[in-house]
C-alpha cells in the first residue's frame, strides 16, 4: 500500500519510515529524494478520513497545522490517506518553558473559539453540543461493552454507578465549540520556544470545551504547577477558561474508563502499558 500510495502521489523517495507512536492510524515519514520530509497518513476508518480533511480546511487560516498537500479518497481496499508537510520540531515535554505553556492556552482558546457556521454546515465534523450529555452517554456505555471482560466485576459495577452519580454534578456544557478531542503532548509540535502546529484531526467535533482539557492535563498540566498557571494565563487572554476543578474528576474518570475499551479493541497485548496505566487512574477515581 506504501508503494501504491507513492506511485499515485508521484513521490520521488528514498527512505520511508512507519511513524510507531501513531495510535489511531498508520502514518509514514518519507524523505524525499530532495531532502524534504512529507507523511503519507492511513486513517483507520473513512469517517475519520473524511473528518481530517474537512479540520485541515476548516484551520487553514487560523490555527498552525500541517499543509495538506494532497489526499486520495480511498477504494474497496484502503480507506484512503492523507499527504501532509512536517512540522518542524519536536513533540510537547513537561520540559518546556511557561512561555511554551502560556502558547499552549492560546492556540486551545484559539480551537475553541471556532464555532459551527450555520450558513456552511459541516458535512463531516458532528455538532453533538445540543445533545452533549446523550453524546458523553453514548461515548461511555459503547466502551463499556469492551470494558467489562478486562476488569474486575466490582470495579465495573462501581464505575458504573459512578458515571451516573457524576454525570448529574456537571455544570451547563460550555460552547458549541470546535474540540479537538485527542489535545494531548504528542499532537502539539514545539520548535525552538514556539508552538509550531497542532496534529492529528481524526475525533474532532463540535462540542462542550469541558471534555478537551482531560488528555492535556493527564500528561502535561498535572505535572508542574507553573505550567499550568501559563496555560491558564494564556487560555484566559483568547477566552474564559472554565472552572476546571469542577469537570476535571469527571472526564478524567470517564477518559479512563473508555481507553480501557480503546485499548480492548485495539489488542491488549499491543497496548498494555496504556491500559495498566488507565486502570491505575479509573482505580484512583472509583476506589
Known amino acids: 500500500m506504501v508503494e501504491r500510495l507513492i506511485n499515485m502521489f508521484k ?33 483507520y476508518s473513512k469517517v475519520k478520513l473524511n473528518r481530517e480533511l474537512e479540520a485541515y480546511r476548516l484551520l487553514s487560516e487560523s490555527i498552525p497545522t500541517p499543509k495538506l498537500l494532497n489526499y486520495w479518497l480511498g477504494d474497496e481496499n484502503c480507506v484512503g490517506a492523507l499527504l501532509l508537510t512536517e512540522l518542524k520540531g519536536e513533540t510537547l515535554t513537561s520540559n518546556t518553558s511557561s512561555s511554551i505553556a502560556f502558547q499552549v492556552g492560546q492556540i486551545h482558546g484559539k480551537l475553541h473559539t471556532i464555532q459551527p457556521n450555520e450558513n456552511y454546515p459541516s458535512l ?12 458523553v452517554d453514548a461515548q ?16 465495573y459495577k462501581l464505575a458504573l454507578e ?3 452519580k457524576m454525570k448529574q454534578e456537571l455544570p451547563s456544557p460550555d460552547g458549541p465549540s470546535f474540540i479537538h478531542m485527542d489535545f494531548r503532548p504528542g499532537n502539539i509540535i514545539i520548535n525552538e520556544n514556539q508552538i509550531s502546529g497542532i496534529i492529528d484531526f481524526e475525533t474532532v467535533r463540535f462540542g462542550s470545551t469541558e471534555v ?5 492535563y493527564r500528561d502535561y498540566l498535572s ?28 472526564y478524567r474518570f470517564t477518559d479512563s474508563f473508555n481507553s480501557l475499551g480503546w ?25
Open 212 to 216: 478537551d482539557f482531560t488528555k492535556l
Open 124 to 135: 463531516h465534523i458532528n455538532n453533538v453540543f445540543q445533545n452533549w450529555s446523550q453524546f
Open 140 to 155: 461511555f456505555y459503547n466502551f463499556a461493552k469492551d470494558v467489562k471482560p478486562v476488569i474486575d466485576d466490582r470495579l
Open 11 to 43: 513521490l520521488e523517495v528514498s527512505k520511508v519510515y512507519e511513524v510507531e507512536d501513531s495510535f489511531s492510524s498508520t502514518v509514514y515519514k518519507c524523505l524525499l529524494t530532495n531532502g524534504q520530509n512529507i507523511f503519507l497518513k492511513i486513517p
Open 263 to 287: 485499548c480492548k479493541r485495539r489488542g491488549l497485548s499491543e497496548n498494555m502499558n496504556f491500559f495498566e496505566r488507565n486502570l491505575e487512574i479509573l482505580k484512583e477515581s472509583v476506589l
Open 223 to 250: 505535572l508542574n504547577e507553573n505550567l499550568y498557571l501559563a496555560y491558564k494565563e494564556g487560555y484566559d487572554s483568547i477566552r474564559p477558561l472554565i472552572d476546571l476543578d469542577l469537570v476535571l474528576p469527571f
Open 162 to 164: 459512578k458515571f451516573e
